[in-house]
């Protein structure tokens, strides 16, 4: 026997709003539970949820008033247009790493090659709009977490997006091949940073970097030159306040038009630089 439904749109709004929730946050479970649009939703506050979505709410409601991510609660993130699968082996794919990929397909257009590598590639957000984007491009999406892997595996899956996979601690999962573009979002948050507790609920290993955040960028752009072909491009997300350090070592390690964008706040986000094109200048020898 089917059981009768007992709780309708608009109550479950209100155990939400008495749970601290916030609406629009419950408005998107619920569409989740019920496979509805949102305007749907808002049209139909009178409807009852059937039961396999009221027998679920309860739970979804708790995880995320307890702080969990929206993304980890509905188990999905939009990312350049793609739906991407997420989980907590994952970091949850953030706006402001969409820049990231524009400067990336801006580069491919006048890289010495089609190849790519996404170093981290966590949730294969980047490869994956990369490879979206760019239907000949061949990308390596690398990590060393297997777990973060498979679920990267299983979006591109689920996409039709043909990605290739390596794990990996950054550079040695690329093997002996040489790439055009090489892309990176890796950890840059300092071990001591205030702001970890708010993102307690995502993977700190893919978050933290050093005392000073700075313990995977580096040693990322100090290896990268004898994976990379002349004329390719490093590109690299980090902190709001590493923007400088980062032109530092991208110039030390022999990088030139190195350069920074700012992300949609205005704060200097992503930073780059492309290997010259010829053989490296010599200095000249010293009188």
């Not at 609660?73 to 402001?96: D, H, I, W």
């Not at 981290?120 to 990369?130: C, E, M, N, Q």
């Not at 498979?150 to 689920?158: C, G, K, L, S």
């Given at each position: 026997?089917?059981?009768?439904?007992?709780?309708?749109?608009?109550?479950?709004l209100a155990?939400?709003?008495?749970r601290?929730?916030?609406?629009?946050?419950?408005?998107?479970?619920?569409?989740?539970?019920?496979?509805?649009p949102?305007?749907?939703?808002?049209?139909h506050?009178d409807?009852?949820l059937?039961?396999?979505?009221a027998?679920?709410?309860?739970?979804?409601l708790?995880?995320?008033?307890?702080?969990?991510?929206?993304?980890?609660?509905l188990?999905?993130?939009?990312?350049?247009g793609?739906?991407?699968q997420?989980?907590?082996?994952?970091l949850v794919?953030?706006?402001?790493t969409?820049?990231l990929?524009?400067?990336?397909l801006?580069?491919?257009?006048?890289a010495?090659?089609?190849?790519?590598?996404?170093l981290?590639?966590?949730?294969?957000?980047?490869?994956?709009?990369?490879?979206?984007?760019?239907?000949?491009?061949?990308?390596?999406?690398?990590d060393?977490?297997?777990?973060?892997l498979?679920?990267?595996?299983?979006?591109?899956?689920?996409?039709?997006?043909?990605?290739?996979?390596?794990?990996g601690?950054?550079?040695?999962?690329?093997?002996?091949?040489?790439?055009?573009?090489?892309?990176?979002?890796?950890?840059?948050?300092?071990e001591?940073?205030?702001h970890?507790?708010?993102?307690?609920?995502?993977?700190?290993?893919?978050?933290?970097?050093g005392?000073?955040?700075?313990?995977?960028?580096?040693?990322?752009?100090?290896?990268?030159?004898?994976?990379?072909?002349?004329?390719?491009w490093?590109?690299?997300?980090?902190?709001?306040?590493?923007?400088?350090?980062?032109q530092?070592?991208?110039?030390?390690?022999?990088?030139?038009?190195?350069?920074?964008?700012?992300?949609?706040?205005?704060?200097?986000r992503?930073?780059?630089?492309?290997?010259?094109?010829?053989?490296p200048?010599?200095?000249?020898?010293?009188q």
């Amino acid at each position: 026997m089917v059981p009768e439904p007992v709780l309708r749109v608009r109550q479950a709004l209100a155990q939400a709003r008495a749970r601290g929730v916030a609406r629009l946050d419950a408005q998107w479970i619920l569409c989740h539970l019920l496979k509805q649009p949102r305007p749907w939703l808002l049209a139909h506050d009178d409807a009852f949820l059937p039961p396999s979505a009221a027998a679920a709410w309860p739970d979804l409601l708790a995880r995320r008033a307890g702080g969990e991510p929206l993304a980890y609660v509905l188990g999905e993130r939009e990312f350049c247009g793609l739906n991407l699968q997420v989980s907590p082996a994952v970091l949850v794919p953030r706006p402001e790493t969409e820049l990231l990929v524009d400067w990336a397909l801006e580069c491919l257009d006048e890289a010495p090659s089609q190849d790519v590598i996404d170093l981290g590639t966590g949730s294969g957000a980047v490869a994956l709009a990369v490879r979206n984007a760019r239907p000949h491009a061949r990308v390596l999406a690398t990590d060393a977490s297997a777990d973060a892997l498979r679920v990267a595996q299983q979006n591109a899956r689920q996409l039709g997006l043909d990605v290739s996979f390596a794990q990996g601690d950054w550079w040695a999962a690329a093997g002996g091949q040489r790439f055009g573009l090489a892309v990176s979002n890796p950890p840059y948050i300092a071990e001591a940073d205030p702001h970890l507790a708010a993102l307690q609920h995502e993977p700190q290993g893919a978050l933290t970097a050093g005392a000073d955040g700075l313990g995977a960028l580096a040693p990322l752009i100090r290896h990268a030159p004898p994976h990379l072909l002349p004329g390719a491009w490093l590109l690299l997300e980090h902190g709001h306040d590493q923007a400088r350090a980062v032109q530092t070592l991208l110039q030390a390690a022999g990088f030139e038009a190195v350069s920074t964008r700012p992300d949609l706040a205005g704060l200097p986000r992503c930073t780059g630089g492309r290997l010259p094109a010829g053989p490296p200048r010599q200095r000249p020898a010293a009188q």
